[in-house]
């Protein structure tokens, strides 16, 4: 059974870092691209980063292009979004997903979710 467990969210003030972490664990995700996406309170599930799990190659929007890395530890079959600068408009439950869809920003392409973290930026 697949399982992709977020960890890291919280609160912290704006101009702060938050490192998010997506245990996953239930089968080899090696041809896998693991995503990170966001969805803040009225708004539709908004794509973050992914990286592609065998090669390392990384991708990040450019609402967070700068701020945010994506990457990924093999032996610890853990994903991470390291995020800085934060804004209060990063405010948001972030999802870690994995998929093997061609369009890797859009989350029909993902098909195993975590359950999400929330993370609050304060102004």
């Known amino acids: 059974q697949v399982q992709l467990v977020e960890s890291g969210g919280g609160l912290v003030q704006a101009g702060g870092s938050l490192r998010l972490s997506c245990a996953a664990s239930?089968?080899?995700?090696?041809?896998?691209?693991m995503g990170w996406f966001r969805q803040a309170p009225g708004k539709g599930r908004e794509f973050v980063a992914a990286?592609?799990?065998?090669?390392?190659?990384?991708y990040t929007s450019n609402s967070v292009k700068g701020r945010f890395t994506v990457s990924r530890d093999n032996t610890e079959n853990t994903m991470y979004l390291q995020m800085n600068s934060l804004k209060p408009e990063d405010t948001a439950v972030y999802y870690c997903?994995?998929?093997?869809?061609?369009?890797?920003?859009?989350?029909?392409?993902?098909?195993?979710w975590g359950q999400g973290t929330q993370v609050t930026v304060s102004s």
């Open positions: 997903a994995a998929g093997r869809g061609a369009y890797i920003t859009t989350a029909t392409s993902f098909d195993y």
């Open positions: 239930g089968r080899t995700f090696s041809s896998y691209t």
């Open positions: 990286v592609m799990w065998s090669r390392g190659s990384a």
